[in-house]
């Protein structure tokens, strides 16, 4: 544990994220690495490109989604601060420790974990799903194993299912109440090796 | 009712024996006391083979033949001697009917015992008060009881037994291969880790702690003058540590309680199956040894052979399952019997398992569990729908026979001794062991599971520990010469498993109930949620992969890459390889169910006025989205899968839904109509084809069915379908021409003559028209003038319904078929250089758009009578079972 402690101290605001996130320093740790790991030109900023050097990514269908959720809008880098609050959404909520009011919502909420998910089809942030931004979803994950006219029945029904006010698109609490049944706790965690 | 016949039944039996063999008279007393000593003598194995022969029956073909086989040589002795005093006797006359109970007795008696076993199922199930409270399995057990009382009664000796032969050769494989079979493969391997730990090592603390405790107890004195050594008492604790499959699907299946729960009592208790197996061929072995002469390298060897015995098993049902799915790649042309070859080889893998001395329960469930994703899109879907119901009838039908035996096996004088240290203790024992290890195994589960298992599903699953008729036949294999106390340990068992199985069985859903144990959410399924799930997925992969760990969601995301990359290729056929995504299967199985709810609701207002009329026919369609019509113009593309839910429910009514339209066209008695409807019929309905109608056949079912009218009508329509709908693209013909096919088919009012392909162009026509109608919508109005075809489409569309257009009476001249009329046009005015022009409109989001608007800017009553009877037309096109053959080339067509 000496030598984390001491690595500890490299990290910047390590005591803070611990706080902010529900991390352990073990966790930041081993996450602290796995950036500099990703950032290979040391600048203590990850860009796009960094994110291509893992492999597998490449392959997943809506990976490019999800490396563009980790920057917030009209910004080209990402600190290790904000590395460390994403991956936050996807820590198992904390089963019995209780926060006060006062502070915000955690990540890992289902509700913050909820927003994530929802962000990552709402690409213009509009705060709705429109048919578009459902079907370019869709096709990313199935596009190749169905027509595009399949697809266009399927993201219509989805839409339908879930949009309660008929304005064809989904907002967040239509969403949200679509996924009412969803255990979003269990579907949205990992478990981070510390 | 059932108590007359069992007893009938069972009363029978001895006089019947009597008449045969007073039959035989030279010979009668030797004879019959051939008879009984054989009966009694055999009274074990002779009960097996009738149930065994039963569950053959009722299993499988496969079972059925070696059964057989077994039963006849079982009775082999008995027969032979009745044959001889048959064959001894001097024929005088000529026997009109003679009595031969000896022929039949064993396949009889093994058909009569299902009979009986499922008629008390019928009893049980026609009261839902009572199995609402106390589950079937200890009812069936109950009723067992009652019966083995009655034999008992009869005979005063005990002739049926559930036999280990029997129960591990004929009752139990179709069980397991079922449970295998409709495994929730995510749910099992997501949560293969925790399982594997209840079931090897909870299984061995179960067996080794019991064991000790016993002896420990029994160096006491609190069991009296026993003579059983540490060895047995460890055989026996490996005997009974297993949670019984049988009897937790049984009980768990009738308390709805959360997935994760089940799945984890459930696995356990079919994976815990190597372990028993090993443990106690080691334990039987070593009693046989004897203490002194087991040394460390018997033991590493028992640890070793628990590696090969649950690996090798696992192994062996993996291969077969493979080779289940390479084989049913390549059954389409023996439809009929595809199922059977799951069920064959399934036995197979068993009894392979059996024979190498591996896990034969492991091996069909791996061979289940790996086979049905590829079968099941492998195999035609009605093949898959006989799988699925045939395993059921299978499994439920020998759980049944089971339980009911369970309860018989106990009206046994001999098995009762009675030792109450050594019952109460083994009992006391099991219960506590059973929690101490959930709790003990879960607590360290926790610290690395992501959800962890929560107190009360602990208490839920401990509690859920039930022993069943594994443990039975297990008991019922040791060896009486070797082990003194055989008969209490059978008792024992017996004891244990009705305690478990009832008492615990019947408090199991109050329990449940009271602990508010959180309950399968039985919730409808919703597409967004599917496709959500789907992200969550490939999201987690992502994280993972950032975040750089190799998690859960990693290995699945590389299986899953190995899997389509590989075993896919392999083992399915290309055909089934498309459109096999779990979404999209959702969507078709809604799809499925809207069209049967329409069905339903077409048949509640009269189905025919539902078809035809356009009010109901929006109302659907807003009910259910656009995508009924809009999406149409695609057809090939959607239509097949999509829709194909609707035709499958209508597959029937629709020669009748053309014929009414005939009906209804004759009633508005117009001349053009007549030929309209003409076409439509000759198109739609085949004559014909109905020649052979009675026709019994063994290798096809549709032979009385239209179905094979069925599918080539909707390979033609396809075909013309596709066709006019290339030329649709071509553009629009000049409008003079439309006249000029006016005259010449009003001349042509003999439709009888036209050849195939004249009614295919015909149809094609009139595809057009619903094309046509799609792509004008928007500008309609303003180009009525130069596009006069279209009018003429609309005044030929009303003619189908004539009650709907009563204004249009002046074009009558007009009204041309639209399909003739532009049929003709296209195949004969193709304009390659115009199809980008008019391409651009067609594609579907346009026509979407475009739909409201359609709606709005027409007059209602113009836009339905266009859009009725192309509906009309659509639904007997899509009226095919959703045949995956035609619609894969078609839509290639068209996207390519």
Same mark, same amino acid.
């Given at each position: ?54 492999? =597998? ?20 880098? %990402? ?25 915000? =919502? ?44 399949? %697809? ?43 | ?144 009881? !009652? ?55 909870? $299984? ?44 937790? !699907?049984?009980? /768990?299946?009738?308390?709805?309680? +959360? ?73 389409k042309n023996i439809q009929i019997i595809e199922p059977g070859f799951v069920f064959v080889l399934g036995y197979l893998a068993? &009894? $392979? ?49 089971? /339980?009911?035996?369970?309860? !018989? ?14 019952? &109460? ?67 024992? $068992? &017996? ?5 478990? @199985? ?28 599917? @496709? ?82 356009? *009010? ?16 149409? #113009?695609?057809?090939?593309?959607? $239509? ?28 508005? @008695? ?23 109608r009675h026709r019994y056949s063994r290798s096809h079912f549709d032979v009385n069915k239209d179905e094979n009218e069925v ?27 439309? *006249? ?39 500008? /309609? ?6 596009? #006069? ?9 009303? !003619?189908? +319904? ?27 005015? @193709? ?12 594609? #579907? ?23 009725? #009877? ?27």
């Amino acid at each position: 544990m000496g030598s984390n402690s001491s690595s500890m101290n490299n990290i910047p605001n390590a005591e803070q994220l611990v706080q902010e996130t529900g991390f352990s320093a073990a966790h930041i740790l081993r996450l602290y690495e796995r950036f500099q790991f990703l950032d290979k030109d040391d600048t203590g900023q990850l860009r796009p490109e960094d994110f291509g050097a893992v492999r =597998e990514l490449a392959m997943n269908p809506i990976g490019d989604r999800i490396i563009s959720a980790f920057f917030s809008p009209g910004q080209e880098t %990402l600190d290790f601060a904000s590395f460390v609050r994403v991956l936050a959404h996807f820590r198992p909520a904390d089963s019995n420790r209780t926060r006060d009011g006062a502070q915000p =919502e955690p990540a890992n909420s289902s509700m913050g974990k909820l927003k994530f998910a929802f962000q990552l089809y709402d690409q213009d942030r509009d705060g709705k799903i429109s048919r578009a931004e459902l079907l370019q979803v869709l096709r990313a994950m199935l596009g190749m194993q169905v027509t595009e006219e399949q %697809l266009q029945s399927i993201a219509e029904r989805a839409i339908q299912e879930a949009d309660f006010d008929q304005d064809d698109a989904i907002s967040f609490d239509e969403f949200r109440k679509s996924l009412e049944k969803v255990n979003i706790d269990h579907k949205m965690s990992i478990r981070f090796l510390s | 009712m059932l108590l007359m016949v069992s007893s009938s039944d069972t009363g029978h039996e001895p006089p019947e024996e009597d008449t045969s063999s007073s039959k035989s008279d030279t010979s009668s007393g030797t004879d019959s006391g051939h008879d009984t000593s054989g009966d009694s003598g055999q009274s074990g194995t002779d009960s097996g083979h009738d149930t065994s022969g039963d569950s053959g029956q009722s299993g499988t073909d496969s079972g059925h033949d070696t059964s057989g086989d077994s039963g006849q040589h079982g009775t082999d002795s008995g027969h032979d001697s009745g044959d001889g005093g048959h064959g001894g006797e001097p024929i005088t006359t000529l026997p009109i009917v003679s009595w031969k109970w000896h022929h039949v007795s064993t396949p009889y008696l093994v058909a009569l015992w299902i009979l009986v076993s499922w008629l008390c199922k019928l009893i049980i199930e026609a009261n839902h008060h009572v199995t609402s409270v106390i589950p079937e399995s200890a009812l069936l057990i109950c009723f067992g009881f !009652i019966l083995g009382g009655m034999i008992w009664g009869a005979d005063k000796v005990q002739t049926f037994t559930l036999t280990p032969t029997v129960f591990f050769f004929y009752l139990l494989p179709q069980v397991i291969l079922d449970a295998g079979y409709s495994m929730p493969n995510k749910l099992f391997f997501s949560n293969m880790g925790a399982i594997l730990v209840y079931a090897v090592i909870g $299984t061995c603390w179960n067996a080794a702690s019991l064991g000790l405790s016993l002896w420990g107890c029994h160096m006491g004195g609190a069991m009296g003058d026993l003579d059983i050594g540490l060895l047995q008492y460890l055989l026996f604790g490996s005997l009974i540590a297993a949670v019984d499959p049988v009897a937790v !699907i049984a009980v /768990f299946e009738q308390v709805h309680v +959360n997935e994760v729960l089940f799945i984890m009592v459930f696995g356990e208790s079919l994976l815990n199956d190597g372990v028993t197996v090993v443990l106690f061929n080691v334990f039987d072995a070593f009693v046989s040894l004897g203490g002194a002469k087991i040394n460390a390298v018997e033991i590493i060897k028992g640890i070793i052979s628990f590696f090969v015995v649950a690996f090798g098993g696992s192994l062996l049902g993996f291969v077969f399952g493979l080779l289940i799915s390479l084989l049913t790649r390549c059954t389409k042309n023996i439809q009929i019997i595809e199922p059977g070859f799951v069920f064959v080889l399934g036995y197979l893998a068993y &009894l $392979t398992a059996e024979m190498l001395s591996l896990s034969a329960i492991l091996s069909i469930v791996f061979c289940g569990m790996c086979c049905q994703k590829y079968i099941n899109s492998n195999m035609d879907e009605s093949s898959v729908t006989t799988v699925r119901y045939v395993m059921k009838v299978l499994a439920n039908g020998s759980e049944t026979i089971i /339980f009911v035996f369970l309860g !018989i096996s106990a009206i046994d004088k001999t098995i009762w001794v009675w030792n109450t240290g050594f019952i &109460l203790l083994t009992l006391f024992f099991i219960f506590v062991y059973r929690f101490i290890g959930v709790f003990f195994l879960t607590w360290i589960l926790n610290k690395f599971r992501l959800v962890p298992v929560e107190f009360i599903d602990q208490v839920i699953m401990s509690y859920g520990g039930l022993r069943g008729a594994v443990a039975y036949g297990l008991a019922t294999m040791l060896d009486g010469n070797k082990i003194k106390e055989k008969n209490l340990m059978v008792c024992t $068992t &017996l004891i244990v498993v009705y305690f478990t @199985v009832i008492l615990q069985g019947i408090t199991m859903k109050p329990l449940v109930t009271w602990l508010k144990v959180k309950r399968a959410a039985a919730s409808e399924l919703t597409l967004i949620e599917k @496709v959500q799930n789907k992200v969550f997925d490939h999201m987690l992969v992502a994280i993972e992969d950032i975040s750089g760990q190799i998690g859960h969601n990693y290995m699945r995301d590389k299986w899953n890459h190995f899997e389509e990359k590989w075993m896919s290729r392999i083992l399915m056929k290309p055909s089934a390889r498309k459109n096999r995504d779990y979404v999209f299967k959702v969507f078709h199985k809604l799809n499925l169910k809207d069209a049967m709810s329409y069905v339903a609701e077409g048949e509640r207002r009269g189905s025919l006025e539902f078809v035809r009329n356009e *009010t109901a026919f929006v109302d659907f369609k807003k009910k259910f989205g656009d995508e009924f019509t809009e999406v149409m #113009p695609d057809i090939m593309a959607d $239509t097949s899968e999509d829709h194909s839910g609707m035709s499958t429910m209508r597959g029937d009514p629709v020669p009748s839904v053309s014929l009414e339209m005939h009906e209804q066209n004759m009633n508005g @008695v117009r001349e053009t109509e007549d030929v309209n409807s003409h076409h439509l019929l000759q198109q739609h309905l085949y004559k014909g084809r109905k020649q052979h109608r009675h026709r019994y056949s063994r290798s096809h079912f549709d032979v009385n069915k239209d179905e094979n009218e069925v599918q080539e009508i909707f390979q033609r329509t396809m075909r013309s379908r596709l066709e006019s709908f290339k030329s649709a693209k071509m553009g629009v013909a000049p409008p003079k021409h439309i *006249t000029k096919h006016t005259k010449k088919d009003q001349l042509q009012k003999m439709p009888n003559g036209k050849s195939l392909d004249k009614s295919r162009s015909y149809h094609s026509g009139d595809e057009d028209f619903e094309f046509s109608e799609g792509d004008s919508a928007s500008g /309609f109005e303003a180009s009525g003038g130069s596009f #006069p075809m279209r009018v003429t489409y609309r005044a030929g569309a009303g !003619i189908e +319904n004539p009650a709907f257009m009563p204004d249009l009476d002046p074009l009558a001249q007009v009204q041309i078929p639209p399909w003739l009329a532009e049929a003709e046009l296209d195949s004969s005015m @193709v304009a390659p250089s115009q199809r980008a022009q008019v391409r651009l409109p067609w594609t #579907p989001s346009n026509l979407r758009r475009l739909a409201p608007l359609r709606i709005s800017t027409h007059s209602t009553d113009s836009f339905m009578l266009a859009d009725a #009877p192309g509906a009309q037309q659509r639904d007997n096109e899509r009226l095919p079972p959703p045949p995956p053959p035609p619609p894969p080339p078609h839509r290639d067509d068209d996207h390519m």
